[in-house]
């Protein structure tokens, strides 16, 4: 997986403060322990004159085999000294040690194994929530919850249709209720359609709030700004800027494209919408697809495939009434 220096050095960020703070909050907590439990501090400084003293018998050579089972026994008296005194003041056993973040790299972001350097499944999470903040930073994703979305914009009578449009999206905004609170990785996509100013973005970015406090990794793109990017990165040869969206794009466990058909279309943007939307589902990774195109004007503007895979593939949301817009204004 790529992702560009940026990404790699925010996620580096991190991974420095979260080991700082833990390392720092250790040290508070000794001295507090120390102040309230002078043996503590005694205990300690005998532990670690064992410690030295096996270091020097193994480097001295000879046979050290006693020595260091009597220094062995001393520490393990000292632990269980060490352990019941925190107990008994209540405080954790590992109290002294820091507590990280994550407890496999201790936040470093790599293990060894097998003599190898791995990098650790915490600091790949890290990569992909630092590359989808970078692409949610010009988007209002704090801008809509569900609780802000008005039933009461919704005429609440039959159109000609037959339909009553508050009960329709009462209907859509307690199903994406249940969508963000259900979700998981290979939870299904969704396509909400409908006419402008209905109400699709508010909804598909109140999910994308809730998946976000629970720790799920979100990009928000509007389809004519990140397909301009993908193309600009492409024709002036920055394979690595466009690789690095790619990859995002790829790999958050949600996906949101707004806006699908108001693009330039061309066919390398056509082409990536539907590699996009074919690598995520392949993996069974979820897409949630905004658009105000038909699927009569979908197959104009892409190809039957491709709608023929949405369709396929995707819950459909059909929004209903007017524009609520100028309601709000």
């Known amino acids: 997986m790529s992702y560009s220096d940026a990404?790699?050095?925010?996620?580096?960020?991190?991974?420095?403060?979260?080991?700082?703070?833990?390392?720092?909050?250790?040290?508070?907590?000794?001295?507090?322990?120390?102040?309230?439990?002078?043996?503590?501090?005694?205990?300690?400084?005998?532990?670690?004159?064992?410690?030295?003293?096996?270091?020097?018998?193994?480097?001295?050579?000879?046979?050290?085999?006693?020595?260091?089972?009597?220094?062995?026994?001393?520490?393990?008296?000292?632990?269980?000294?060490?352990?019941?005194?925190?107990?008994?003041?209540?405080?954790?056993?590992?109290?002294?040690?820091?507590?990280?973040?994550?407890?496999?790299?201790?936040?470093?972001?790599?293990?060894?194994?097998?003599?190898?350097?791995?990098?650790?499944?915490?600091?790949?999470?890290?990569?992909?929530?630092?590359?989808?903040?970078?692409?949610?930073?010009?988007?209002?994703?704090n801008l809509s919850t569900f609780e802000s979305f008005e039933l009461s914009y919704y005429p609440d009578v039959e159109g000609a249709d037959g339909i009553n449009p508050r009960r329709r999206m009462a209907q859509i905004l307690n199903y994406c209720k249940a969508y963000a609170n259900n979700f998981r990785p290979d939870s299904k996509s969704l396509l909400m359609r409908g006419a402008t100013g209905l109400g699709k973005t508010h909804l598909s970015l109140s999910i994308a709030n809730e998946l976000l406090k629970k720790g799920f990794s979100v990009a928000y793109v509007s389809a004519p700004d990140i397909l301009f990017q993908l193309e600009r990165a492409h024709f002036s040869y920055g394979y690595d800027e466009e690789q690095d969206l790619i990859s995002t794009l790829y790999e958050c466990d949600l996906l949101i494209i707004d806006d699908l058909g108001t693009e330039f279309a061309t066919n390398y943007t056509n082409s990536q919408i539907y590699n996009i939307f074919n690598n995520r589902i392949l993996r069974s990774k979820p897409v949630i697809i905004n658009t105000n195109l038909t699927i009569k004007e979908l197959e104009n503007a892409y190809t039957q495939r491709f709608v023929s895979r949405v369709m396929g593939t995707c819950d459909k949301l059909d929004f209903v009434g007017k524009d609520i817009r100028p309601q709000k204004a």
């Open 7 to 141: 990404v790699y050095k925010k996620a580096y960020s991190i991974l420095d403060a979260r080991r700082n703070r833990a390392v720092a909050e250790a040290e508070e907590r000794k001295l507090k322990i120390y102040a309230q439990i002078p043996r503590v501090d005694a205990i300690e400084r005998e532990l670690a004159d064992c410690s030295i003293k096996a270091a020097r018998a193994v480097f001295a050579g000879g046979d050290a085999k006693e020595l260091l089972t009597e220094l062995s026994e001393k520490s393990k008296s000292l632990r269980s000294e060490l352990e019941a005194l925190l107990s008994a003041h209540g405080f954790e056993k590992n109290a002294m040690k820091p507590h990280f973040t994550c407890t496999v790299c201790s936040d470093r972001g790599s293990v060894e194994i097998n003599n190898k350097t791995i990098t650790c499944e915490c600091f790949k999470e890290l990569l992909k929530e630092c590359a989808c903040a970078e692409v949610n930073s010009l988007s209002p994703l």
